[in-house]
Structure formats: structure tokens, C-alpha cells
């Protein structure tokens, strides 16, 4: 016995469809479906087993995502029943509670173990036990997925809603070894959507070095017809951001992937995506494994470490290198006084491309045109907004080199409780890796100093390299990109930073204008710049991206953030003029036609949907209101 029917919903917050079953009167509901998100404006499919032998009454609820929205759309249709269901003409028995529950001894912000103890609610989720039968970690992601009562499917859930969907299934044995349950994207009963999703509940904040390792079998469909991606929802988000993914036939062999998170706020949510479009293909994963992910406690802080504003203790050289060590974001408070660091997010900062390599770092933001190849987001935001530098060596000859040059730094000489390091994050993934050096130069000498070689593929994350620097001279570091043999190999770099202890001399001005971002000098600015209205230049990315960087703000005003349509239209055009336009128009105006139908009230101005009935047939076409051109938002901008 099936129940049957087709929905659509536009609105992405969770649960916003349910479907619960109760077999009395007023009694407690179950619930038995939800759906998540919105179904991509399509009407979707979905049968529901009824498993009651005797009686049961289903409600189908839908909710809004709470927003005062008169576009948010939830419908249903064509509700039916299977032929092998019974009618049942009677009454629902009353509800009676005929079950005493014992008192949980826990407080309302405490979480009761299994064993009946009690933790601190936000213990739940934290990747460390606290409950001594550690069932405050049972629902929590990290999962082998074997069918055990306690362990099942550890908190992941299928959110799914078309052709297929993600459950357990015996892990197709190939030795003795490969014996288990895994996750797999299997056929569902949906019609339209070729996208499985399963994801975690919200989990609690994690540390700046956290990690996930899984297992994955990938066989057929290359080129993009499958795909697996891992994603993460940051918290209150519903959109996610990309980490992982693979579209490549991998042969049907399980591989091993680390993935970097990075440091999460609580109620962050990992999930992942298997893509399929073609028949007889599979898509597996399996252990879920998390590391360094629970957040640092206080401590007695030893030699060489200092002490956060929550009493944790870190590395003094973690202090201002970009990254959220501390858990609270106070070791990247105070940082003023380190010099010459650079987050890449307006330009190179006094970096310079040198003019005697083959090729030059690219500057860009988000991930690459190419699936596994480079990250996905930046190192700083930890988003598709922020900025990195990035080689693609498929266009470039085989070991041909770019290089980029550092600013210059008074001599360092060797001691042991000032150290002058320099702090690097770098990303490199793929089969055919590019090498990364970075050298210190010595004023005065010919050659450089290797202070580290990178060649082998890493985890996929962003990873930070310290160098000591000991030298008698003057010196700057180069940092240098080899080109590899094979068209998967990649390396980015982002949040360069330097020690407190390093003494800066100068910073060198660019020589490469396709990189000079942030040149504020009067006259004549070149083709990948833009003259504010006092003569001066800076960068054309940095326009429109809901920042004023010309003094005068004439960057932005071609794109304000804001339009009340009472002065102009604020840059917003029709696409065609043709008679069925959009106008700048007033209430209650017979020119631009609103005396006849409204709006009425005259005292100001709006965009209004105008046609011509001489010379338009509006029926047959389409009033495209298109806005300003905008760049550089961040994630959670809303429209």
C-alpha cells in the first residue's frame, strides 16, 4: 500500500514539507517524509509505504521559512492511494496515553546519555566524548555505517527528492576486507531530479584545523554523467559551498580522500551529492572519519605559546597567520604590527610578478573551470568570494616557471625566542601535482636559498607552510611555481605573513599591470583599471563589489545597494524596448498609464510594467528589467 502524490516548493528552509501518520484521535503524530529545500521548480514524485496493518490517518503540513513573502510557493497534486490500500469508513479509536514516561533527570540546557548522565547541551556534536558510553557522539557524522542499533547510519539522512537517493546497502564484496554496509545512491521514485543529496544534522563549531577522511568508489560515467561532491551548509545557511568533488570514472576502486574544513561556527552541516545521469553506474562512500576538529581547551600555556582571549593556548607563530586557532578568533585581533601581510583580496599587497619567469600567478576568486582542479574557495573567507593566487599549469609549457617576488626585510639572525618566520597557506591537488619552492634571496648574492620544496599531491585543503629565516643580510622570500608534466596539477597560495620580529624595509610597486589592483596614484589609468572621478586609479574588480574605494565613492555609483526609484531607476534598464517596457512612472498618471488601473497615490516614484496596445502585443512577450552589474559579494548577501 503506497500514498502517492507531486510537489512543488520554492522555499529552501528545512522540513518546509512533512508528512506525519497517527492511528487515534488526536493523537500524536509521526512523522513518516520531509522534504528539504526547494525542488528546483519542478513537480517531483514521491510514494510513501504504509505500514500500518489496521488504520492510520495521514497530514501532509506544509511551513513558510518565515519571511513575509508572497512568492513563497508549496503545492501539492494528484494525491492518491495504491490499489492495494482499503478505505476505512470508521472513526480513528481516541487518543489515550496509557504510558508513563520516567523523569529525565537532566536541565533543559543538558543532554541525557544513553547511560542517564548529563552533559552540557552543546557537548552533543563537539567531536570529543563526554558521555562515558559516548552516545553524546552516536548522531554526529563520523560513521563506518554498519548496521548496528546504535550506529545505523550515525545522523546522516537522506534528503533526496527525485530519481534517486542515498541508502545503506551491503558493500559489494571483493575480499575478505570489503565485507559491510556503505552508502549508496540508489533508484527512488522520483521522476525528474538526477541529483541524490544526504546530509548531516547541525553539528557544533570546529577548529581551524579540522579534517574529514572518507572512502569512495566511483565507476562509470565519466565526463561529468556522475558525480560526487562533498558540501558543507554553514550555519543559517541554505545554500552550500562546494569543498570536494569528482566527476571522473575512477575504475570501480575504493580511494582514500581528506578534505579540508576549516574552522565551522556551530549548526554547520556537511553533506554529500552523488550526480547521475546514465544507467549502470555506481556511486559509493563509506567511513567518515573527522580530525582536529573539537575546539581547544584552556591550559597552563608552555614555552613558545601564547595565551588566547578563552585561555587557550597556541603557538605564538599562529598569532595574525589568517587563520582561527584560538576557536574565538582572538589570535587575529591585534595584528597591526606585523608587517607586510597579505589576504590577496586587493590586489598583491607589495608582492610583485618578476619579469624574468615564463609565466605570471593568476588573481582570481571561486573555484576553477576545471572539476579537481584548485580549491574551491579561499583561504580568508573561506568562501567563492574571496581571492587567492593560482597557477593552471595545463596552459603552460612543462617546466616553465612563475615566480613572485616579496618585499624586502632587514637581516635575521638566529635566536631562538624571536625567530622571524615566514607564514604561507597554499592549496595543491590532483594527479599530476606542480612543484612549489619558496627561496629566501640574499642582498648582495647571486643565488637563492631553498627553504622548502612541496612536489607531492596533499590533502585537499589549505595548509599553512612556516620557514625560519636566519640570515646576516638583507632578504626577501620568491615563491615559485614548477609546472608539472600532466594537465591535473595545480597550486594556489593565499594569506602570506610575516613574524612580528621580521624588520620590513619597503615594499616594491608592481611592474605587471594585469596585477596592479590597488595603484591610487593620479593620471592616466591603463585598461584593467578604473579613474575615479578625482583622477585616481584603482583596480576595475574592485567597481560595484559594495565598496567604495575612490574617495569621491564613484565606484559604486553606477550600482547602489539601495533603490527607492524616487530620483531615477538607478541604472536598472529594459532589455528591449519594444512597447512592452518598464518605465520610470508616478501614481494616478494617464502618460505613463497608472490613472486607469493604479497605483493611485501620486507621492512618488516606482518601476512600472507599461505596454503600448498600437504597436504591442504583449501576450507574446517578455519585460526583462535588468539590473547593475555587481561583483565580489559575500555569502550570505541577500537580494
Given at each position: 500500500c503506497l500514498l502517492r502524490f507531486h510537489y512543488f516548493t520554492n522555499i529552501k528552509e528545512a522540513g518546509n514539507l512533512q508528512v506525519f501518520s497517527r492511528d487515534q484521535k488526536n493523537g500524536p503524530w509521526t512523522q513518516v517524509w520531509r522534504h528539504n529545500g526547494q525542488s528546483n521548480y519542478w513537480w517531483e514524485r514521491v510514494e510513501i509505504v504504509v505500514t500500518d496493518t489496521s488504520h492510520v490517518q495521514y497530514i501532509i503540513q506544509a511551513k513558510s521559512d518565515g519571511q513575509s513573502n508572497s512568492k513563497e510557493i508549496v503545492a501539492i497534486d494528484d494525491v492518491s492511494f495504491s490499489g492495494s490500500c482499503a478505505s476505512f469508513e470508521g472513526q480513528l479509536p481516541p487518543y489515550e496515553k496509557t504510558t508513563t514516561v520516567a523523569p529525565n533527570p537532566c536541565r533543559d540546557d543538558e543532554f541525557r546519555c544513553l547511560s542517564d548522565e548529563c552533559v552540557l547541551a552543546e557537548s552533543k556534536c563537539d567531536f570529543k566524548f563526554d558521555c562515558t558510553d559516548q552516545s553524546d557522539e552516536f548522531e554526529c557524522a563520523e560513521c563506518e555505517f554498519e548496521a548496528e542499533a546504535h550506529v545505523g547510519t550515525c545522523g546522516w539522512v537522506d534528503v533526496s527528492t527525485g530519481k534517486y537517493g542515498w541508502d545503506l546497502v551491503e558493500r559489494p564484496t571483493k575480499s575478505e576486507s570489503d565485507l559491510g554496509w556503505v552508502m549508496a545512491v540508489v533508484d527512488r521514485l522520483g521522476e525528474t531530479s538526477d541529483v541524490a543529496n544526504i546530509?548531516?544534522?547541525?553539528?557544533?563549531?570546529?577548529?581551524?584545523?579540522?579534517?574529514?577522511?572518507?572512502?569512495?568508489?566511483?565507476?562509470?560515467?565519466?565526463?561529468?554523467?556522475?558525480?560526487?561532491?562533498?558540501?558543507?551548509?554553514?550555519?543559517?545557511?541554505?545554500?552550500?559551498?562546494?569543498?570536494?568533488?569528482?566527476?571522473?570514472?575512477?575504475?570501480?576502486?575504493?580511494?582514500?580522500?581528506?578534505?579540508?574544513?576549516?574552522?565551522?561556527?556551530?549548526?554547520?552541516?556537511?553533506?554529500?551529492?552523488?550526480?547521475?545521469?546514465?544507467?549502470?553506474?555506481?556511486?559509493?562512500?563509506?567511513?567518515?572519519?573527522?580530525?582536529?576538529?573539537?575546539?581547544?581547551?584552556?591550559?597552563?600555556?608552555?614555552?613558545?605559546?601564547?595565551?588566547?582571549?578563552?585561555?587557550?593556548?597556541?603557538?605564538?607563530?599562529?598569532?595574525?597567520?589568517?587563520?582561527?586557532?584560538?576557536?574565538?578568533?582572538?589570535?587575529?585581533?591585534?595584528?597591526?604590527?606585523?608587517?607586510?601581510?597579505?589576504?590577496?583580496?586587493?590586489?598583491?599587497?607589495?608582492?610583485?610578478?618578476?619579469?624574468?619567469?615564463?609565466?605570471?600567478?593568476?588573481?582570481?576568486?571561486?573555484?576553477?573551470?576545471?572539476?579537481?582542479?584548485?580549491?574551491?574557495?579561499?583561504?580568508?573567507?573561506?568562501?567563492?568570494?574571496?581571492?587567492?593566487?593560482?597557477?593552471?599549469?595545463?596552459?603552460?609549457?612543462?617546466?616553465?616557471?612563475?615566480?613572485?617576488?616579496?618585499?624586502?626585510?632587514?637581516?635575521?639572525?638566529?635566536?631562538?625566542?624571536?625567530?622571524?618566520?615566514?607564514r604561507i597557506w597554499f592549496h595543491m591537488h590532483g594527479g599530476d601535482i606542480t612543484q612549489l619552492n619558496i627561496y629566501r634571496h640574499d642582498e648582495g648574492t647571486p643565488t637563492d636559498t631553498l627553504l622548502r620544496t612541496i612536489s607531492s599531491e596533499q590533502e585537499y585543503a589549505w595548509m599553512e607552510a612556516i620557514l625560519k629565516i636566519e640570515t646576516n643580510t638583507n632578504w626577501h622570500i620568491i615563491i615559485e611555481a614548477k609546472r608539472s608534466m600532466g594537465p591535473m596539477g595545480d597550486v594556489s597560495i593565499d594569506d602570506i605573513s610575516f613574524s612580528k620580529t621580521c624588520n620590513l624595509i619597503w615594499t616594491p610597486s608592481t611592474t605587471s599591470p594585469s596585477t596592479d589592483t590597488t595603484s591610487h596614484q593620479s593620471g592616466n589609468c591603463n585598461e584593467n583599471q578604473f579613474k575615479c572621478g578625482d583622477g585616481t586609479c584603482i583596480s576595475a574588480t574592485q567597481v560595484c563589489d559594495f565598496k567604495s574605494q575612490c574617495k569621491d565613492e564613484s565606484d559604486e555609483i553606477l550600482c547602489p545597494s539601495f533603490c527607492d526609484f524616487d530620483d531615477n531607476l538607478c541604472h536598472w534598464e529594459e532589455q528591449v524596448q519594444d512597447g512592452f517596457d518598464w518605465i520610470w512612472a508616478t501614481g494616478n498618471n494617464t502618460q505613463d498609464g497608472t490613472s486607469a488601473h493604479g497605483p493611485f497615490d501620486n507621492s512618488g516614484h516606482f518601476a512600472f510594467l507599461s505596454y503600448d496596445k498600437e504597436t504591442s502585443d504583449f501576450s507574446k512577450k517578455n519585460a526583462v528589467f535588468v539590473g547593475p552589474t555587481f561583483q565580489n559579494s559575500v555569502a550570505d548577501c541577500i537580494f
Amino acid at each position: 500500500c503506497l500514498l502517492r502524490f507531486h510537489y512543488f516548493t520554492n522555499i529552501k528552509e528545512a522540513g518546509n514539507l512533512q508528512v506525519f501518520s497517527r492511528d487515534q484521535k488526536n493523537g500524536p503524530w509521526t512523522q513518516v517524509w520531509r522534504h528539504n529545500g526547494q525542488s528546483n521548480y519542478w513537480w517531483e514524485r514521491v510514494e510513501i509505504v504504509v505500514t500500518d496493518t489496521s488504520h492510520v490517518q495521514y497530514i501532509i503540513q506544509a511551513k513558510s521559512d518565515g519571511q513575509s513573502n508572497s512568492k513563497e510557493i508549496v503545492a501539492i497534486d494528484d494525491v492518491s492511494f495504491s490499489g492495494s490500500c482499503a478505505s476505512f469508513e470508521g472513526q480513528l479509536p481516541p487518543y489515550e496515553k496509557t504510558t508513563t514516561v520516567a523523569p529525565n533527570p537532566c536541565r533543559d540546557d543538558e543532554f541525557r546519555c544513553l547511560s542517564d548522565e548529563c552533559v552540557l547541551a552543546e557537548s552533543k556534536c563537539d567531536f570529543k566524548f563526554d558521555c562515558t558510553d559516548q552516545s553524546d557522539e552516536f548522531e554526529c557524522a563520523e560513521c563506518e555505517f554498519e548496521a548496528e542499533a546504535h550506529v545505523g547510519t550515525c545522523g546522516w539522512v537522506d534528503v533526496s527528492t527525485g530519481k534517486y537517493g542515498w541508502d545503506l546497502v551491503e558493500r559489494p564484496t571483493k575480499s575478505e576486507s570489503d565485507l559491510g554496509w556503505v552508502m549508496a545512491v540508489v533508484d527512488r521514485l522520483g521522476e525528474t531530479s538526477d541529483v541524490a543529496n544526504i546530509e548531516t544534522g547541525p553539528l557544533y563549531q570546529v577548529a581551524a584545523d579540522c579534517k574529514v577522511e572518507f572512502r569512495y568508489l566511483k565507476d562509470g560515467g565519466g565526463e561529468g554523467k556522475t558525480k560526487l561532491s562533498l558540501l558543507i551548509y554553514d550555519a543559517n545557511s541554505t545554500e552550500p559551498e562546494v569543498i570536494w568533488s569528482q566527476e571522473n570514472d575512477m575504475s570501480g576502486i575504493w580511494l582514500l580522500k581528506k578534505v579540508g574544513i576549516g574552522a565551522r561556527e556551530k549548526n554547520w552541516r556537511i553533506a554529500m551529492e552523488g550526480l547521475k545521469t546514465v544507467d549502470n553506474t555506481t556511486l559509493l562512500f563509506d567511513s567518515m572519519h573527522f580530525t582536529n576538529c573539537s575546539l581547544p581547551v584552556p591550559e597552563e600555556c608552555q614555552a613558545g605559546q601564547k595565551q588566547c582571549k578563552n585561555g587557550v593556548c597556541v603557538a605564538t607563530e599562529q598569532f595574525c597567520d589568517f587563520s582561527n586557532d584560538c576557536g574565538d578568533w582572538s589570535d587575529e585581533f591585534e595584528c597591526d604590527s606585523y608587517p607586510s601581510r597579505c589576504n590577496f583580496e586587493e590586489g598583491l599587497c607589495g608582492f610583485v610578478q618578476a619579469d624574468t619567469d615564463d609565466f605570471d600567478w593568476v588573481w582570481r576568486t571561486g573555484s576553477t573551470d576545471i572539476d579537481g582542479l584548485g580549491p574551491d574557495e579561499d583561504h580568508t573567507y573561506g568562501n567563492t568570494t574571496g581571492h587567492y593566487l593560482f597557477i593552471e599549469p595545463s596552459e603552460e609549457a612543462i617546466d616553465s616557471i612563475a615566480r613572485l617576488i616579496g618585499p624586502s626585510f632587514k637581516a635575521a639572525t638566529a635566536n631562538s625566542q624571536d625567530n622571524c618566520n615566514v607564514r604561507i597557506w597554499f592549496h595543491m591537488h590532483g594527479g599530476d601535482i606542480t612543484q612549489l619552492n619558496i627561496y629566501r634571496h640574499d642582498e648582495g648574492t647571486p643565488t637563492d636559498t631553498l627553504l622548502r620544496t612541496i612536489s607531492s599531491e596533499q590533502e585537499y585543503a589549505w595548509m599553512e607552510a612556516i620557514l625560519k629565516i636566519e640570515t646576516n643580510t638583507n632578504w626577501h622570500i620568491i615563491i615559485e611555481a614548477k609546472r608539472s608534466m600532466g594537465p591535473m596539477g595545480d597550486v594556489s597560495i593565499d594569506d602570506i605573513s610575516f613574524s612580528k620580529t621580521c624588520n620590513l624595509i619597503w615594499t616594491p610597486s608592481t611592474t605587471s599591470p594585469s596585477t596592479d589592483t590597488t595603484s591610487h596614484q593620479s593620471g592616466n589609468c591603463n585598461e584593467n583599471q578604473f579613474k575615479c572621478g578625482d583622477g585616481t586609479c584603482i583596480s576595475a574588480t574592485q567597481v560595484c563589489d559594495f565598496k567604495s574605494q575612490c574617495k569621491d565613492e564613484s565606484d559604486e555609483i553606477l550600482c547602489p545597494s539601495f533603490c527607492d526609484f524616487d530620483d531615477n531607476l538607478c541604472h536598472w534598464e529594459e532589455q528591449v524596448q519594444d512597447g512592452f517596457d518598464w518605465i520610470w512612472a508616478t501614481g494616478n498618471n494617464t502618460q505613463d498609464g497608472t490613472s486607469a488601473h493604479g497605483p493611485f497615490d501620486n507621492s512618488g516614484h516606482f518601476a512600472f510594467l507599461s505596454y503600448d496596445k498600437e504597436t504591442s502585443d504583449f501576450s507574446k512577450k517578455n519585460a526583462v528589467f535588468v539590473g547593475p552589474t555587481f561583483q565580489n559579494s559575500v555569502a550570505d548577501c541577500i537580494f
